[in-house]
């Protein structure tokens, strides 16, 4: 016969008599220390005695210290000490429920819960998922433990009351905002560290560590808060990016390319929305992490500027059916030549920060160069070159390459993605990583456009979008390089000119030195201007 010997004959211990019946014991009495009775066959006391003649016990106290003592002693006594589950309660199958525990009438015990030993779960109580009851709490009436809670040992939560869970101190998360970003996407528990990530100039980017399945600590997310000087509207940015993404997915798959690696997957919110706005109005977003992927400054083998040409070239491509008047601009006249020309004869007017007379022959290059701003707006305007759906900032470290095989994988950074002009793509690319040196280096002497590296992109960019251009555009992909980089160059005098209102900056003439750079390779780039349409013709 199956025998339940119950510690504790008060009004709770009554509930679980019943509940013992329910579940098959078909014998059930009770050691209490004052109550007298039929059913009551000793004093608490007598347990270890009790034992010759009953093999299963619990301690059925509504006290919580006097609960956990007693099932702490029938365990020790050796005892058997069941969970006493009633019928009508719902449990996960993955929730652990400890010796000793209580869990009444039409309770709740969510997915990966656990309930630690001797714990009650009082009729009607709710515990959501993830969250702990430790040893000897109670879950009063009707409460509720929110997902992710911890309820302290031998605590009580009252009859009808709501528990929210409490933040965990997430290591590197130092600002009150990224951790409320970090929670945001839910990654609040699982959660093992940030830290900063990646190269930009514009938005703030931290990768977010969390443990695979073996416990070891791995980039999976990246989070990144929008600068929203730069980028007004973040909604109208996020729906590009979604758009793009999700269309590239679906090109990806045709090609039976690899999903997760080849185009960027943007997560949303746990409130479904495409960014996460913290306290200070400013916006979060968060993508995967793209695994075994490296990422280069400059070029280091001319094999990945060649792989870099074809992963643009077919980024183009792929894009090619992509409905470009859907998008939004999310930075308006972002590559009108001529506008950030006139942008930079203001700032050189105003010279707010008196910084003009340290830049005077940098001026003046740029100043001499007005009309070559015009040469390609003139030409979309007259409808000689055709708008596509362009990345608008296809810098080397732009791209991400498979580690493994060296093969350029998936283009990142798709805030500008707009209608535009495929030789600024073309052309910010070679402005970029046909340099023989970084963007930012001072000893110019280092600093040289190599027409070499310019001939192997083309070679690999009209590889893959040959078909795709107009003989006008392909004509027009060497004044791309040549106006890209003066922009560029025009665009971080400006921003000196201004005070670094724009790029970030790590000293004082950062800027400088970048226009410096810059208008150095627009120059060579002007000497060997011929050998570079030349070699355009050759691959054409
Ligand atoms: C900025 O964010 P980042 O570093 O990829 C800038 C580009 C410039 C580039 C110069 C939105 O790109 O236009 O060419 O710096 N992006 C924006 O390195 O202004
Ligand atoms: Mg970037």
């Known amino acids: 016969m199956k025998a339940l010997l119950i510690l504790g004959a008060g009004g709770f211990g009554q509930m679980v008599k019943e509940t013992a019946a329910m579940i098959g014991y078909e014998q059930v009495v009770f050691l ?39 099932t702490d002693k029938l365990i020790e006594e050796g005892y058997e000490v069941p969970a006493i589950v009633h019928p009508s309660a719902i449990i996960s199958p993955s929730a652990v429920i400890e010796p000793g525990c209580f869990i009444m009438q039409r309770a709740v015990v969510n997915t990966h819960t656990h309930i630690e030993r001797g714990a009650l779960i009082n009729s009607g109580a709710v515990v959501d998922h993830d969250s702990v009851v430790c040893r000897g709490a109670h879950v009063c009436l009707g409460s509720i433990v929110k997902a992710n809670c911890t309820i302290e040992e031998g605590k009580k939560v009252e009859a009808g009351e709501v528990v929210f869970s409490t933040r965990r101190k997430i290591e590197g998360a130092d600002s009150r905002s990224l951790e409320d970003a970090v929670y945001a996407f839910g990654f609040g528990t699982q959660c093992s560290y940030v830290k900063p990530f990646g190269e930009g100039h514009i938005n703030e980017t931290y990768a977010v560590y969390m443990p695979d399945e073996n416990g070891v600590d791995e980039p999976l997310y990246v989070l990144q808060r929008v600068n929203i000087n730069v980028f007004k509207n973040p909604a109208e940015v996020m729906e590009n990016i979604f758009g793009v993404t999700e269309y590239l997915r679906d090109v990806i798959r045709r090609e039976g390319g690899n999903l997760d690696r080849e185009t960027l997957s943007y997560i949303k919110t746990k409130s479904g929305d495409t960014y996460f706005e913290d306290d200070e109005g400013q916006p979060w977003r968060c993508l995967n992490y793209v695994s075994n992927s490296v990422c280069y400054q400059t070029v280091e083998r001319p094999e990945q500027f060649y792989q870099s040409a074809r ?5 183009l491509k792929q894009l090619g059916d992509y409905p470009a008047e859907s998008l939004h601009e999310t ?20 010279d707010v920060k008196n910084r003009g007379r340290l830049c005077r022959p940098e001026t003046e290059f740029a100043l001499a160069r007005e009309e070559d701003c015009g040469v390609l707006m003139k ?23 498979d580690a493994d095989t060296g093969k350029g ?25 046909a340099s023989t040196a970084e963007e930012d280096e ?7 456009f190599d027409i070499h590296l310019y001939e192997l992109y083309v070679k690999g960019y009209l590889e893959m979008a040959k078909d795709v251009l107009t003989p006008a ?13 003066l922009e560029c160059g025009i665009r971080f005098l400006t921003d000196f000119l201004q005070g670094d209102v724009y790029f970030k900056t790590a000293y004082p003439e950062h800027n400088l030195v970048r226009a410096r750079t810059q208008f150095r390779l627009v120059k060579e780039m002007e000497e060997q201007f011929e050998a570079m349409c030349e070699i355009i013709k050759k691959y054409q």
């Open 32 to 70: 209490d220390d004052a109550a007298k009775g039929a059913d009551v066959v000793g004093k608490c006391c007598d347990y270890v005695i009790k034992h010759q003649e009953y093999t299963t016990a619990v301690a059925a106290f509504g006290n919580n210290r006097t609960r956990l003592y007693w």
């Open 379 to 401: 030409q979309l305007q007259e409808g000689i070159l055709p708008l596509r759906v362009t990345h608008n900032d296809t810098k080397l470290n732009n791209i991400l390459f």
């Open 409 to 433: 994988l998936c283009i990142i950074d798709l805030d500008t993605i707009m209608p535009g002009l495929a030789a600024n793509d073309f052309g910010d690319s070679i402005r970029f990583g």
């Open 442 to 448: 001072p000893d110019l002497d280092k600093v040289h």
């Open 311 to 315: 992963s643009f070239g077919h980024f």
């Open 473 to 485: 555009e392909i004509e027009s992909l060497p004044w791309g390089a040549r106006l890209m980089t």
């Open 331 to 350: 930075i308006p006249q972002f590559h009108d030549t001529v506008k950030r020309f006139h942008d930079f004869e203001a700032a050189v007017k105003k």
